[in-house]
């Protein structure tokens, strides 16, 4: 590139520099930027929109090289851990600050939509006609109690319409039992059984509107106050993982730099190297939670559909990125890698959400 020391109105932008030396250093400008001290050659007043695009660069990345950072991130997997590799560090986002947009993106949307997802995650937990009997049951004979008056019941035939699960669960409460169909878990099964009738006489199960069958009640003034517990802990669970996941996503990035380091031996590289990988990996997984959690507000799919979509997302997204750094040839390779980085990536994750639980119990029950 030739220098033109002598230009005085040099271009930066859509705007020409009237002044000849930097206004920071006074060094002599040989072009947009200062060679010495590196400041722009902005105009000394900039407008309003200027001042207010200058920090949002500065602070939040929003310029045009976020969007090509965002486009290879989607588009070419593994194309920037290889270009950082490469040297290449100009022509992308820096990994850390790119994850920490995301995280201001991702921690806005929370904070303005978290209450309606937090209240219908609990409310399908707590009222899922799957998940409620069990926990009915469970809390019902755990009260020494009642499970003594349950064994001293009389016994009624009924037919119930409720997970098949509960009969091997609940051998001695639930007996005789008689299979009329089976859903093999993608919904209610109806079987027959010799049930304790104080179970019908204090309406933990009822008669359903066709009066056919007997389903348990889910009316939660009917059993034990134990559920109001779990609704407690699980909304507790669930607040405190929205409200700090996309953070709790970025400090597992360490975490799956080490399974990348442990699984990818040859050729040897810097752990720098599998860091700025997991960076990568991470900020991928962070829009594709924005895009879920988008979906999930506007169009409101299945919750199961939305976790396939993830799941299988992630994975891919993990061998394509694995294969294009570590092992341009071999996909064998690259599906074993990132199936054993995965496991032991989720692994870390369960970990830490199950100190996320004790928490949300200690905060509760304390």
Same mark, same amino acid.
């Given at each position: 590139m030739s220098k033109n020391p002598n230009n005085t109105e040099e271009m930066t932008g859509d705007s020409k520099i009237p002044y000849e =030396?930097? &206004? =920071?250093?006074?060094? #002599?400008? %040989?072009?947009?930027?200062?060679? #010495?001290?590196? %400041? %722009?050659?902005? #105009?000394? @007043?900039?407008? $309003?929109?200027?001042?207010?695009?200058e920090y949002a660069s500065n602070a939040f990345i929003w310029d045009p090289l976020c969007l090509k950072t965002t486009w290879n991130l989607l588009c070419r997997p593994g194309r920037l851990t290889k270009d950082y590799i490469a040297g290449k560090f100009i022509s992308q986002e820096h990994p850390l600050k790119y994850n920490m947009f995301l995280l201001f993106v991702f921690i806005t949307l929370f904070l303005l939509f978290a209450d309606p997802v937090n209240n219908n995650m609990v409310d399908d937990y707590t009222k899922d006609e799957m998940v409620y009997p069990a926990l009915q049951m469970e809390f019902l004979l755990d009260d020494g109690y009642f499970a003594e008056k349950v064994a001293e019941s009389p016994r009624d035939t @009924? $037919? &119930? %319409?409720?997970? &098949?699960s509960l009969a091997d669960k609940y051998p001695g409460t639930i007996d005789k039992v008689t299979v009329l169909d089976?859903? =093999?878990g993608q919904g209610l099964d109806r079987w027959e059984a010799v049930v304790p009738r104080l179970l019908i006489e204090d309406e933990i199960i009822v008669l359903a509107e066709e009066e056919e069958h007997y389903i348990f009640n889910m009316n939660e003034d009917k059993v034990s106050d134990d559920i109001a517990m779990v609704a407690s802990v699980w909304g507790k669970l669930t607040s405190i993982t929205t409200d700090y996941?996309?953070?709790?996503m970025l400090?597992?990035?360490?975490?799956l730099a080490i399974a990348i380091a442990m699984f990818q031996r040859r050729p040897r590289h810097p752990f720098i190297h599998h860091f700025v990988f997991s960076l990568h990996y991470t900020a991928f997984l962070e829009l594709l939670m924005i895009a879920i959690y988008i979906l999930y507000l506007t169009v409101e799919p299945s919750m199961g559909l939305l976790l396939w979509i993830v799941?299988?997302?992630? @994975?891919?997204? &993990? @061998?394509l990125s694995i294969r294009n750094v570590y092992e341009p =040839?071999?996909?064998i390779k690259a599906i074993i890698k990132?199936?054993?980085?995965?496991?032991?990536?989720?692994?870390n994750c369960l970990f830490i959400l199950i100190i996320i639980l004790f928490i949300a119990c200690f905060i509760i029950i304390v």
């Open positions: =030396n930097c &206004l =920071n250093c006074g060094e #002599k400008l %040989q072009g947009g930027y200062c060679h #010495k001290c590196g %400041q %722009q050659a902005t #105009k000394p @007043v900039p407008s $309003i929109a200027a001042f207010l695009l @009924v $037919i &119930l %319409q409720a997970p &098949l089976d859903t =093999n996941f996309p953070m709790l400090l597992t990035a360490p975490l799941r299988i997302g992630s @994975v891919l997204y &993990l @061998v =040839n071999s996909w990132a199936i054993l980085t995965y496991l032991f990536y989720m692994f």
